[in-house]
C-alpha cells in the first residue's frame, strides 16, 4: 500500500504560491491500477515524483509498503559525467540486485552498443529513454509509476518494449498519467482526479475520466 498522510506540496513563485496538494489523505492499495488524471499543471507529474521519492512534500508523510520504481522511462537520475555502464551499475547496487544480470539485460535490451561504455552526456535523448527504459524493465517492482509513455525507437524496439512492459505488469500495479483516456481505461482499475490541491479517488476508472473532462469544459 501507498498512503498519503496530510501530504502538502507547494511551488513559490515571483508572485504566489503554486498548490499542488493541500493535507491530502488517500491509499492506493495493493491489486489495483490507479490512473491520475488532471488538467495540465494540476501536479500530476510532481504527485509522481513524490511517491517516488525523488522530491519531498511540504508538509505530511508518504507511507509505502511495497517497491515503487521511478517515473517509467525517467533519465533525471542518471549521473551525466558516469558512463551509461558505470549508472546501471550504480542503481542496481543501490536496489540490492544482481550487478551483472542487470547490466547484461540493459545492454542486450537498449541495443546501445560501444555507447554503453560512453558518458551519458554524450547520449541523444532517444538513447537516454532507451537506457532508463531497459533499467526500469531490468527490476522488478510492485509498483510501477508511468508519466506519460512515450515511443522510443524504431516500430521493431518499441514492440519489445511493449512486451516487456507487459509481462510486468501481470504481477504489478500502475500508477499512470496519460492525456489518452483509451490508455487509462485499458490499464487502470480506479482513477484519482487532481484538482485544486485535492486527490479525488474513484472506485471506476470510468468515473474518473469523466470528472476530468467536466474539468476541461
Known amino acids: 500500500m501507498i498512503r498519503f498522510t496530510n501530504v502538502s506540496k507547494h511551488f513559490k513563485t515571483q508572485h504566489n504560491k503554486k498548490v499542488i ?29 513524490m511517491i517516488s521519492g525523488t522530491i519531498l512534500p511540504n508538509a505530511g508523510k508518504i507511507y509505502k509498503d511495497c517497491r515503487v520504481s521511478w517515473p517509467l522511462g525517467f533519465a533525471g537520475g542518471f ?15 543501490a536496489y ?9 539485460f540493459v545492454e542486450e535490451f537498449a541495443e546501445l552498443g560501444d555507447y554503453i561504455h560512453a558518458p551519458v552526456r554524450t547520449y541523444s535523448s532517444g ?18 509509476l508511468i508519466d506519460e509513455i512515450t515511443a ?24 499512470m498519467i496519460s492525456h489518452g483516456m ?27 475520466i469523466e ?4 474539468l476541461n469544459r
Not at 549521473?79 to 547496487?93: I, K, Q, Y
Not at 482513477?191 to 470510468?206: C, S, T
Request: include cysteine; charged fraction near 30%.
Open 21 to 49: 496538494l493541500d493535507r491530502a489523505n488517500v491509499d492506493f492499495l495493493p491489486g489495483y491500477s490507479y490512473g491520475l488524471l488532471g488538467v495540465n499543471g494540476a501536479g500530476k507529474s510532481t504527485t509522481l515524483r
Open 211 to 214: 470528472a476530468y473532462y467536466r
Open 152 to 175: 522510443v525507437g524504431d516500430a521493431r524496439f518499441q514492440e519489445r518494449c511493449r512486451e516487456a512492459f507487459e509481462r510486468r505488469r501481470k504481477n504489478a500495479d500502475l500508477i
Open 79 to 93: 549521473h551525466a559525467a558516469m558512463t551509461g555502464l558505470d549508472n546501471l551499475r550504480f542503481v542496481a547496487r
Open 96 to 104: 540490492g540486485e544482481d550487478v551483472r544480470r542487470v547490466s547484461r
Open 182 to 208: 483509451d490508455t487509462i481505461k485499458n490499464y487502470c482499475d480506479k482513477g484519482m482526479v487532481l484538482v485544486d490541491g485535492r486527490l479525488i479517488v474513484f472506485d471506476q476508472v470510468e468515473h474518473a
Open 127 to 144: 538513447m537516454l529513454a532507451r537506457l532508463a527504459f531497459g533499467l526500469s524493465m531490468a527490476i522488478e517492482f510492485d509498483c510501477y
